[in-house]
């Protein structure tokens, strides 16, 4: 099932709607239900929430919500995959520009409009041989633990995220926002663990998830553990926490996500203000990259966040990175985060086929 902005309906309810559709007991036995691969844009999360869906997708092809229902089938060995080749690569915006937006979204916060807003930005390339071998290129990044991959007719989405979005079942709901960057190295894990504006751009994400899981959790039971780990992905260290509730009765899954919605460590804080001043900044959208891909089984999902993700039209490759924004942000320095993000993915991209 592929539903796009514009469309009938609620994303939200569709997304449980089509899962409650195929829910059955799981036997194993071929030809039995299996689960159901999710996919929710960034634009899909802010409509859930009646926010700004920013500038248009620079990738229409890929729908804003992609739902694939399986069944269990034969084990079948594993094929082996074609090469894969971009370039050059084209971004939407020149470096300038993107130091320009952090600026403005700095004046933002002086305005006290908004805490924190992360920005993003966009580059393409033509692609030729097989899209497979991209997608196996991500899934191989060290790291890439909530990475996956979805397509559909004439496109395809393949991620190599670090991050957690949500894992939940009936009763409990688990988020593992990822925020502060710095090159892996040991002067770099030690310049992100004594970083001042680091830190303070994780804690208010960890609070943007702390309050999204309370609106739907038993009054109390949210908690924070080991916060701000530092974790490695590909070449860059990052700083993770886990944030873990206990659902209230009554929460279903259109609930979750709509409390979840677009993913606090790609957007900022207040949401909706910065969705508002974000949306007037970027110059394409964000397209699937910036939400959610996963899996819903047997009452349990599990969807990464889609950071360190390409998407694949009839011609051109795509590829997001941007930065979470704050006071003490240095435009500069964020253009070269953002840059080092999208450089993982493009170098994945050229490593050749497994």
């Not at 039995?32 to 999360?45: D, E, F, I, T, Y």
């Not at 998830?209 to 490695?232: C, H, I, K, Q």
């Amino acid at each position: 099932m592929e539903w796009r902005l514009g469309d009938a309906g609620d994303p939200a309810r569709i997304v449980a709607d089509f899962c409650a559709r195929h829910e059955a007991a799981h036997t194993g036995a071929v030809g039995s239900p299996c689960g159901v691969a999710v996919m929710v844009s960034a634009a899909a999360g802010a409509a859930m929430i009646g926010g700004a869906r920013g500038a248009a997708s620079p990738v229409p092809a890929v729908p804003d919500v992609a739902l694939v229902a399986y069944v269990h089938g034969r084990v079948r060995s594993g094929s082996a995959h074609g090469s894969f080749a971009a370039g050059p690569w084209r971004r939407s915006w020149s470096a300038a520009d993107h130091a320009e937006a952090v600026a403005a979204v700095q004046e933002a916060i002086g305005r006290g409009e908004v805490y924190q807003a992360c920005v993003v930005g966009h580059r393409r390339a033509v692609w030729s041989g097989d899209p497979a071998a991209a997608a196996a290129a991500l899934r191989r990044v060290g790291g890439a633990a909530w990475g996956g991959v979805i397509a559909g007719e004439d496109w395809m989405v393949a991620s190599g995220s670090p991050e957690c979005f949500l894992e939940a079942d009936r009763v409990s709901a688990v988020t593992r926002p990822i925020k502060g960057t710095a090159p892996a190295t040991g002067a770099g894990r030690d310049d992100l663990v004594s970083s001042v504006k680091e830190r303070a751009e994780h804690v208010m994400i960890v609070d943007l998830e702390r309050n999204d899981l309370a609106r739907v959790a038993v009054p109390g039971s949210v908690a924070v553990e080991g916060l701000f780990t530092v974790r490695r992905w590909d070449d860059l260290w990052q700083a993770e926490s886990t944030v873990r509730a206990r659902l209230d009765a009554g929460v279903g899954a259109a609930e979750l996500l709509r409390a979840m919605c677009p993913p606090g460590s790609v957007t900022g804080t207040p949401k909706l203000a910065m969705l508002d001043l974000v949306g007037g900044l970027e110059p394409v959208g964000r397209g699937p990259a910036m939400g959610a891909l996963g899996f819903y089984s047997d009452g349990r999902w599990r969807l990464g966040l889609t950071i360190r993700t390409v998407a694949l039209d009839a011609e051109s490759v795509h590829v997001w990175a941007g930065g979470g924004i704050t006071w003490r942000s240095v435009p500069s320095a964020e253009v070269a985060e953002a840059e080092s993000k999208a450089a993982g993915v493009v170098r994945a991209l050229a490593s050749g086929p497994a």
